[in-house]
């Protein structure tokens, strides 16, 4: 009975002893562990470690436990900030997701702005990466066709045009094309090739030849150098030498001397012999032996005289 309690009391001064030292060691563990955050860059227990993020830890500051970065430098993200978000506008994301806290920079869209806006796109919608504006010179829905090189350069010297229906921004046009594209040439007949934008008309006439809006049509071959105006039989110049009336289309008569007439169809170098008349459209009577008659009377011209030669015979 007395070997047994003192047994017990051995034992519990053993745990008494036990107990005393363990509390003197974590006392002396409390003593030199802190009791507020670590220093700058430094994290644990004992605030002895290294964060792991380093400088990328916004103002090199981590959780004393996790080592986890309190927020991260513009352009990083993740637990230690070792990811990058270089696609947001002045680098600011989610520390946790990446997610842009704002808007992409061009060329790019998506949560994280890491997809890219499709080819010849400059800025896409971020949530749906649809195309808003497209690169310069190009137009479309998707931005899949080419401004013409035929529109003026606007004043910074570049070629751009709407962004749906492709009309030059400049409102003009290369000399030589027409349409608010840029897209049609005008008439090669054109005087200086210039040609309204918007209709086609010929700005300042057509070359000598060619007559109507677009001077595609060809003046008469029966016109002086073929020079018409407004349409095919407008002489500007007359007819020529064989032909007359309005639109020069009547035949001189035949009979005229080298087939030449005026523009009212009298003969203006004579008639061949045995004719007379202003179109030299009369014979000459057969009493004039040798075929000449007044051009005007169509008496012949020997008989006229005071003493005519045998050449005059009487009629009859």
Not at 5 to 18: D, G, K, P
Not at 23 to 51: E, K, M, Q
Not at 247 to 270: E, K, L, M, W
Not at 278 to 307: F, V
């Amino acid at each position: 009975m007395c070997r047994c309690m003192q047994r017990q009391n051995i034992l519990h001064f053993s745990e008494a002893l036990t107990s005393y030292f363990v509390g003197i060691h974590v006392y002396h563990s409390l003593l030199s562990r802190p009791l507020s955050d670590c220093s700058v860059s430094l994290y644990g227990d004992f605030c002895n470690a290294t964060c792991p993020g380093g400088t990328q830890c916004f103002s090199n500051i981590c959780e004393r436990y996790t080592a986890k970065c309190v927020g991260c430098v513009s352009y990083a993200y993740g637990e230690y900030c070792e990811l990058s978000c270089n696609n947001c506008v002045g680098g600011r994301c989610d520390q946790d997701t990446g997610n842009c806290l704002g808007e992409c920079v061009r060329g790019h869209y998506g949560p994280k702005c890491d997809a890219q806006c499709h080819n010849r796109c400059t800025f896409c919608v971020q949530a749906t990466g649809y195309c808003e504006l497209c690169d310069t010179g190009t137009y479309g829905s998707a931005c899949q066709y080419n401004c013409s090189t035929h529109c003026q350069p606007s004043s910074n010297g570049e070629i751009t045009c709407g962004r749906f229906d492709g009309r030059c921004d400049s409102g003009r046009c290369e000399t030589g094309f027409y349409q608010p594209t840029c897209t049609s040439s005008c008439g090669v007949n054109c005087r200086n090739f210039e040609c309204d934008i918007n209709s086609g008309n010929c700005s300042f006439g057509c070359t000598i030849g060619w007559f109507g809006r677009y001077c595609d049509g060809p003046c008469s071959i029966n016109c002086v150098n073929e020079n018409c105006l407004s349409r095919i039989d407008n002489c500007v110049e007359g007819c020529i030498p064989e032909n007359y009336g309005p639109r020069c289309d009547i035949q001189c008569n035949p009979h005229c001397f080298s087939a030449i007439c005026n523009d009212t169809g009298y003969c203006s170098v004579g008639c061949d012999g045995g004719y007379y008349g202003d179109m030299c459209e009369l014979q000459c009577s057969e009493t004039c032996t040798d075929g000449r008659c007044d051009r005007l009377t169509g008496n012949c011209a020997e008989c006229s005289k005071i003493r005519p030669s045998p050449l005059c015979r009487s009629s009859g």
